[in-house]
């Protein structure tokens, strides 16, 4: 350049960095117009940020009401191009890889769904500009679709079925042994199915039982109180996504001695 002005760069995207211009002169330095144009390259700041040159003579002092440039600090806004994988059992955790471009800058990685819409943040490790890991977490999200958002300093990665995840649940009894209760006892049953892991609760129609146990992911061992009405009940399992269906396999007949 021929405009006698020596341009230092800029480190860092935050809203305070500076951009000095430093003016090869001794004294009575002239303003100056810069027509040329300067790149910066992409950062990531704390947040969106701006910059103001101030023009400074050669011993570092500020020429007084100069601001020759403005402007935003800024990468690309990110995208989702694909999620792997893109199907998620809601009894354990699964790790995924998120891919897209605009990365590098993520601060926080998203599943969105539900009705009401939520937003629930996840756990994640930064890959590269193309890409970064999380967790979709165990006993947390109902049986859906949902979207990954990652959010950075250039705003939020938009919803495509891109980044489209598919949260299933497992949850289910497939048998109740014995099926059959008499009401003067207590009587101690097993209850065969899967998704158990994240039970909450198990219900004999609509009396909570009180004493109940995860053995594993496939079983759990209740007990059916005496003094429950006789007739035919289903066998729920509760979780924090919702129940285990209804059918006849969760049947228990509760018949008077």
Known sequence: MSDGVERDSVAGGNENDTLTITLSCNTSCPTVSIGDTITFGEFCGG?????????????????????????????????????????????????????????????????????????????WTPGDNTYVTATIPACTFAAGTYHIRIWSNEGYSPATSNDDVTVVSSLTVTSVIPNTAVNNVDTPVTIAGSGFSCATGVMLGTTNLTIWSIDNDNQIAATIPAGITPGTYHTLVKSNFGDSPQTANDQVEVVAP
């Open 47 to 123: 947040r969106p940020g701006h910059f103001g040159s101030r023009i400074k003579d050669e011993n570092g002092a500020s020429v007084a009401g100069i601001f020759a440039i403005s402007g935003n600090f800024g990468g690309a806004t990110p995208a989702v191009t694909s999620v792997n994988p893109n199907t998620a059992s809601n009894n354990m955790n699964t790790v995924v890889t998120i891919n897209g471009t605009g990365l590098n800058c993520a601060r926080s990685v998203y599943l969105v769904g539900g009705s009401p819409e939520t937003w629930t943040s996840l756990a």
